[in-house]
């Protein structure tokens, strides 16, 4: 029995697919499938009923599993224990980022992490929030990235900072000539928002009202904020977008954004982990670059 065997058997269990675990874990499927069939041997049991669509654990797999989890975790803590007695900061951290907050705050703090903490090698993954919880669940995620307020109760959210919300309007909207907005004035049938699953659309909608929502003129899905500001640029249309996304608006459109009146608009970043987390001292490490370098760069010019 070997790690790596442990960690493929995670993985198709979590997958729930041969070729998506190959994919997942950098290897060839026959590879895989020949790593679980060897474990299989040598336990003398099947541990994963490949009839079903997807694959799931047989009785004894689904054993076999949690014990893989117990012992993966205490093979993957071994490196930041000793660092941590060495007073160092090493090991692997996998990280999961929602996609409205990866595109503006990764480029801020990773070269910066990279450089203070050499022994971490940090895996990040850009996710939608339930993707983001159904990962940390399965133990294919060690923390993430995200809104405040979208997790559940076994995963604590460590507060990062304040992200404040902004519209960004078409010069060809009536709102257009003013430069400070009252949610009162945004009306669903000029606004455009991100695809469901994405929890800053939700944001918007329990800003907003979702009485005005109800008048949108058609349906449009992107899992992308850039792409949103886009349609915005060539309609007569307007959208809500976080303070971190500022300094990256073209210096030529920064009259399109406008301050919204209402105090409360806004949404706090944070570091979810799970409450049993281990690897507390790269979390921490991690923790204290994000808010360094985020309060440096927080202040665009022009805007």
Sequence with gaps: MTIIQLEYLLAVANCG???KASEICFVTQPS???????????????LLDRSKKPVVPTQVGALVIEKAKEALLAYNNVKECVAE?????????RLGVIPT?????????????????????????????????????????????????????RITEQELFDDRFYAYVSPEN????????????????DLILLS???????????????????????????GSLETIM??????????????????????SHKSRVKTLARGAASRKVVMGVRRTYAKETIVAALREVIVEC???KSTPKGV
Excluded: W
Excluded at 174 to 189: C, M, Q, V, W
Excluded at 208 to 215: A, D, V, Y
């Design 32 to 46: 895989l499938s020949m790593q679980i069939k060897n474990l299989e041997d040598e336990l003398g049991e099947i």
């Design 17 to 19: 697919s041969f070729s």
């Design 174 to 189: 009536p709102l257009s000539a003013r430069t400070n907005l009252r949610i009162e004035d945004i009306y669903g049938k």
């Design 230 to 251: 886009r349609i915005v640029d060539t309609t007569a249309m307007l959208t809500i977008i976080p303070e971190m996304a500022l300094p990256y608006i073209p210096d």
């Design 85 to 93: 007695l060495k007073g160092s900061v090493a090991g692997k951290l």
């Design 294 to 296: 985020y309060k440096k």
């Design 101 to 153: 907050i990866a595109p503006y705050l990764l480029p801020r703090f990773v070269h910066t992490f990279g450089e203070r903490y050499p022994g971490v090698e940090l895996e990040i993954r850009e996710m939608i929030t339930p993707e983001i919880i159904r990962a940390m669940d399965s133990d294919e995620l060690d923390a993430a990235l995200l809104a405040g307020g979208t997790c559940p109760d």
């Design 196 to 222: 469901e699953g994405h929890c800053l659309r939700d944001q918007i909608i329990e800003l907003c009202g979702t009485n005005r929502l109800s008048e949108l003129p058609y349906t449009f899905q992107s």
